[in-house]
Every structure is written in C-alpha cells, then in structure tokens.
C-alpha cells in the first residue's frame, strides 16, 4: 500500500481559521444534504470545522460520527463540541488505517468526505468501506483540494468510488476544491 503524507495535527488550526469561511461556508456548502435526524459522517474531520456545523444541521435526534486517525485532532474536536453544547450529537472515533467498520453497515444517511481521500494509501478501500456503511440512496460529499491534487488523481479516486457503488449525482461548485455529490446504487 502506498504511503501518503498525512496532514500534521498543528494544520488542524489553520484549518480552523475563520478566514476559511470566505471560501468554505459550512451551512451554504452542507445545508441541501443534511436534514434533522439524519445519521452523519464526517470522515478525517481534523478538529471538526465542517462536523460542529453538521451537529447544529442533524440536531438533537441525529449524530454526527467523527472519523480520524490522530488523536490531537479528535481531542480539540471533542473539547470544541463540549463548549459548543454538542457533545451528544458528536461522536469522536480514532481510527488506524486498515480498520474497517461493520459496525455502522447500511446506518448512515450522508457522509462528507473533504480534503482527505488524498492522504489515504488505499483509496480502492476507503470508498469500498464508507459505501458499506451508507444506506441505499444515502449521499456523499467528495472535494479535493484544487492544486494539491491534480485532476487525473481526483478522476482516479471517482473510478475507486464507482468501484464501491457510488455514482455521480450532481456537479458540486466549492471554491478552490474539486468536488461533487455521490450516491450509493
Ligand atoms: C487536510 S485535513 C482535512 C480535515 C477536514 N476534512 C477539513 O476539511 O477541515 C485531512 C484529515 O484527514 C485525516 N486522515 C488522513 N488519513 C486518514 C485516514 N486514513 N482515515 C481517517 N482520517 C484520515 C487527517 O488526520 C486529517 O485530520
């Protein structure tokens, strides 16, 4: 499996600089998707700059699961949603590369995948994985990083996905991002 650069833990403040908002707007970018409720997932959310979002979108009765293999990450997020109020809409999970996850099989509603699918050695598994857990008709939100990955890379990361069941549902327009909206089949 190839090796990738994984983001250090320090990039997960930057990334939370709310600067970013002048190109990522979090309501604007998730709002169409996310519905009171739903079950959620927020795949290498770093400290959580789209899942506190996607926590106040899912409410009370919905939970959004936090995926990362850094715990740094996963400890500013947690902190961040216990000031916000929503620790129990947000659940922080440490992963290793090459788990999998049976556990959450045909539970989930929505997952956003943002800036990550780069940093992961086996793309073929990842999209494989995130399908298994997505209900039939369930949405993924899919953005690279614009300059950072070439658009061959991204393409070849669209053919993974279809390898795993998800095909194209709408052209998706995110500022500096190569991005687009997957369904499962
Ligand atoms: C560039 S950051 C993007 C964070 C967030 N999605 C955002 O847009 O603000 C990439 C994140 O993915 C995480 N990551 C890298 N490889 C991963 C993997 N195999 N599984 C889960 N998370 C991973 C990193 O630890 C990092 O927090």
Redesign the pocket.
């Known amino acids: 499996m190839e090796k ?1 650069n ?2 250090p ?1 320090w ?2 403040y930057v ?1 939370l600089n709310p600067l970013r908002k002048l190109s ?1 707007k979090p309501e604007e970018i998730l709002e169409p998707y996310l519905k009171p409720g739903m079950n959620a997932v ?6 959580g ?2 899942s506190l979002p996607m926590a106040r979108m899912v409410g009370k009765e919905g939970t959004v699961y936090c ?4 715990q740094k ?1 996963l400890s500013k997020l947690t902190t961040r949603a216990s000031d916000q109020g929503l620790s129990k809409i947000i659940k922080p999970i440490l ?1 290793n ?1 090459g788990d999998t996850y049976h556990q959450y099989s045909g539970t989930i509603d929505f997952i ?5 699918a780069h ?3 086996d793309q073929r598994k ?1 999209f494989a994985d995130l399908s298994v857990m997505m209900k039939p008709g369930a949405l993924m939100l899919f953005a690279e ?1 614009a300059g950072h990955v070439k658009q061959s890379g991204f393409e070849q990361s669209l053919s993974y996905a279809a390898m795993g069941g998800l095909e194209k549902a709408e052209e998706r327009n995110i500022n500096r991002s190569m991005s687009i909206l997957l369904r499962k089949t």
């Open positions: 990738k994984v983001c833990w990039m997960g990334l990522h927020d795949f290498g959310c770093a400290m700059y789209f995926f990362d293999i850094q990450m992963i590369e956003l995948l943002f800036a990550v940093e992961v050695g990842l990083p």
